[in-house]
Nanobody, 123 residues
Framework: QVQLVESGGGLVQAGGSLRLSCAAS????????MGWFRQAPGKEREFVAAISWSGRSTDSVKGRFTIFRDNAKNTVYLQMTSLKPEDTAIYYC???????????????????WGQGTQVTVSS
């Protein structure tokens, strides 16, 4: 069982930066692939970034967002820069407990989800 708690969301002006954190409970964190997804009002949940236990990563927001993890702290981060109004959404952290060195991009590849943190970017 993995429990995830996101933090770091808020209101920021366009062009600003935020760092989201996701703290995980449980001893399985270091073997999990961790992902970030977001969901804007009226839209489907979409993939943002993911990182495997080995550090393999991928993201959909090239050059602006960076995912990284600290296994000693059981925490995964999403550093967001040059934020745009279209980045406004609830951001969710997710964990894939399968232990593969693989970064999934679909929500159904993840087993556990946090409650989400709101990011609002004003123009």
């Amino acid at each position: 069982q993995v429990q995830l708690v996101e933090s770091g969301g808020g209101l920021v002006q366009a062009g600003g930066s935020l760092r989201l954190s996701c703290a995980a409970s449980g001893r399985m964190f270091s073997s999990c692939t961790m992902g970030w997804f977001r969901q804007a009002p009226g839209k489907e949940r979409e993939f943002v970034a993911a990182i495997s236990w080995s550090g393999r990563s991928t993201d959909s927001v090239k050059g602006r967002f960076t995912i990284f993890r600290d296994n000693a702290k059981n925490t995964v981060y999403l550093q967001m820069t040059s934020l745009k109004p279209e980045d406004t959404a609830i951001y969710y952290c997710a964990a894939d407990q399968a232990g593969r060195d693989y970064v999934g991009t679909r929500p159904d590849e993840y087993d556990y989800w946090g409650q989400g943190t709101q990011v609002t970017v004003s123009s």
